[in-house]
């Protein structure tokens, strides 16, 4: 599909001077914004207007909260809802009516972990939300364990510091041929019952994957071995 050009047009601040390629199948466009700096943006966030400045107006919004209108609502003199608000998210420094969210007000909140400004709007405050653009941000679900951490105690019943010390003793390889294992694959070098779901080991892939192949049994491995040591093509040899 061919892209429609953009070059000369204006949104908002930017206006866009020429494509910038494309990235996850969008076009890209370089901008230039009424304050002199550039900024690539997708067409698709251009002509939605989720993109209208390099970031300037957003700073110059900050900037003005609490100058003007200050503990109004709606231009009818009641005070806003959380303006006082000093909470669990931190402290509410200001507000400004945001009229491309359907007038409602958004807060600006001075962050109580990161110290930083983020705009949060009631339900957010209500809900006691935190801003994804915290640095400390957690997703609701954290377990308060790191994801690697978490995902192998939910699966094998081990941390990651019990993998590093099961591997130091197994002398920092698998545990069948001695290949280095990568501490980068942990999950994928851990042998387990699949029954009982008892960590067993730590194995390399290819040996993780040949135990699989031959039913994860002992008596698998009995006749792989046995077709080792007496391979059918001598046993036919011979009965000839």
Known sequence: MTAIKETGNKYNRL????HAGTHDKKAM???VCDCGKTKVVSGTHLRTNH???CGCYRTEMVAKLGKSNKGKSDNRGQPRKYEKYDGVLGKV???????EENGAVMYVV????CNENH???AKHLKQGQEAQDCKY???PNWSGLEREDNIMRKKYGISTDDFETLLAFQGGGCAICSKPISKLRRRMNIDHNHTTNKVRGILCSGCNTGL???GDTIDGLKKALYYLENTPYDEFSLAR
């Not at 206006?15 to 020429?18: A, D, H, I």
């Not at 001075?110 to 972990?113: E, I, P, R």
């Open 15 to 18: 206006t866009v001077v020429s």
């Open 137 to 139: 941000y957690k997703p």
């Open 51 to 53: 993109v209208q400045s």
């Open 119 to 121: 705009i949060r709007n």
């Open 93 to 99: 420094i200001g507000a400004v009516d945001r009229s």
């Open 110 to 113: 001075k962050c109580s972990k």
């Open 212 to 214: 699989g192949h031959l």
């Open 29 to 31: 466009w370089n901008c």
